[in-house]
């Protein structure tokens, strides 16, 4: 059974910082997205990783994805608080894609 | 371009009573279909997906069904509604072969069973 493990699952940091949320999975896939969910709101996709080493930038925010040990980061940089929201990691494979349990990022003024 | 519609977005449904969510994708054709739902301050589950028309796998067994009886249009139904089916249950799609696109998600439906 495929696994997607997010840590940490919660995250309050100060405006200027810098930090890193990771994404483990349990299976072999080359696929991996990255989303945002604002409170009360739908998934919206920010970042497609397709292949090993992909890095995407956005903004503030960067994610990369190494399929040989199973692990994608979404790194903030210099946090601002509209980047406060939850982000998924998403994985997948054959014709299932799997989320996981999310990181509610709270960013401090 | 594509866009995918999800109703009603919100509704307050006795227990016991019979469900019926629907979503519709435009501007693609043989898209995947899928279900999730999302408790209160958790993570997405998925429920239901499909490849395509009648095609639907379940990854969760529980008192809800899914069909799709045309190729963009995909149905969440139940007979009878538990308290433990509130939630917000988000329909999402994909190209058929997902090579570049991710997974996009319709609005959302809200769902509160009292």
């Known amino acids: 059974e495929l696994k997607v493990e997010q840590n940490p699952l919660f995250l309050s940091m100060q405006e200027g910082k810098n930090y890193t949320i990771y994404c483990n999975y349990s299976t072999t896939s080359d696929r991996l997205y990255w989303y945002r969910q604002d409170p009360g709101k739908s998934l919206e996709s920010l970042f497609v990783?397709?292949?090993?080493?992909a890095v995407k930038q956005e903004g503030r925010l960067m994610a990369s994805l190494d399929t040989k040990a199973r692990l994608s980061t979404l790194h903030i940089t210099a946090a601002v608080h509209d980047l406060s929201a939850t982000y998924f990691c998403a994985v997948d494979t054959d014709d299932k894609i799997i989320f996981g349990k999310g990181t509610r990022l709270h960013i401090l003024p | 371009s594509q866009t995918i519609h999800q109703w009603p977005a919100t509704l307050v449904q006795p227990v016991g009573s019979p469900l019926s969510l629907e979503c519709t994708v435009e501007?693609?054709?043989?898209?995947?279909l899928y279900w999730y739902r999302q408790a209160a301050g958790r993570g997405l589950q998925l429920l239901f997906y499909s490849v395509g028309i009648g095609q639907i796998s379940s990854e969760v067994p529980q008192n809800l069904s899914a069909s799709r009886p045309q190729d963009r249009q995909f149905i969440l139904s139940s007979k009878k509604l538990l308290l433990s089916d509130s939630g917000f249950y988000l329909c999402?799609?994909?190209?058929?072969?997902?090579?570049?696109?991710?997974?996009?998600f319709g609005e959302g439906s809200w769902l509160t069973v009292v």
């Open positions: 999402a799609w994909s190209a058929y072969d997902r090579v570049r696109l991710p997974i996009y």
């Open positions: 501007g693609t054709s043989n898209p995947n």
């Open positions: 990783l397709l292949s090993n080493g």
